[in-house]
Every structure is written in C-alpha cells, then in structure tokens.
C-alpha cells in the first residue's frame, strides 16, 4: 500500500473509503486511527465494519476502551482517548490484542501511543478541513518506514 490521500466531503465518502481499505486487510492486520475530536475516526470503524460483514452497530469505543465484533473477520475496536500513558494502554492489553487477533484490529487515537503498534500497520489521518471535508491519509508501516 503506497502512501495516499483523499479528501472525502461527507461522512458517507468517509464510511465509503474506509470499505475501500478494508477490501486491502488481511487476518492480523492493524489500522491506527489519527485526527481530532469529530473528525471521523468511529464513522471510519463503521465503514471497516460493514465491510466485514459485521451487523452489530458500531459504537464509540471511548467509554469501553475495547470491543469485539464478529464478522467474515471479527473487528477489535479500541478507542485510547480516556487513556493518559503508553502504560495505560498496555494495562488493558492492546499490544496482545494487536499480536494475538485472527481478525482486524482498529484502534481510535493511536497517536497516543505510537509506539506500541507493530510494523505493517496501517495509519489513517483524518484531517477537517477549512471547508468542513475530512482530508484522510493512509500509509503502511514496514520496519519504521513508510511504504
């Protein structure tokens, strides 16, 4: 996957874009979430969802800090945006989840802690624009480079 941006001007070329990445996940796969508050990043989870077939509906994970979907892939949904420290994070096992999951793993305000997902992940950046449209960059990760 080649570094790539697209600016998408509701959320429902938010939801499309996300199904349009997760035609690309494979089992193992991790996708770390960036951008602000209201930028899109659970609008992006629910497109991932439908996309793997998951029926259930799809909530923010910030109360929660993890869920667990089953789907054609089952989805583990994190959300790090309560947590303060790296420490938090692996307190509630997300760098087990991300090592251990046969489905996808999609975690919420990854910037959090960058430093804890492993190689092959992919990022996705969601910017809001002046404008109101959400610039969304995605990269994979492959040995502390982009790719």
Known sequence: ?????????STEDTFDQARRLAAQLKPGDVVALCGGVGAGKTVFVKGLAAALGIMDP???ATFT????????????HADL????SVVEAVDVGLEE???T???IVVVEWADKAPELFPTGTVWVSIAIQSDGSRRITQFRTCNGETQ
């Open 58 to 60: 799809i909530a923010s």
């Open 65 to 76: 800090i993890v869920e667990e979907y089953p789907g054609t892939l089952p989805l583990i």
């Open 1 to 9: 996957m080649r570094k790539t941006s697209v600016t998408t001007i």
């Open 101 to 103: 999951t046969a489905g």
């Open 97 to 99: 989840l991300m090592s």
């Open 81 to 84: 945006y309560r947590l303060n």
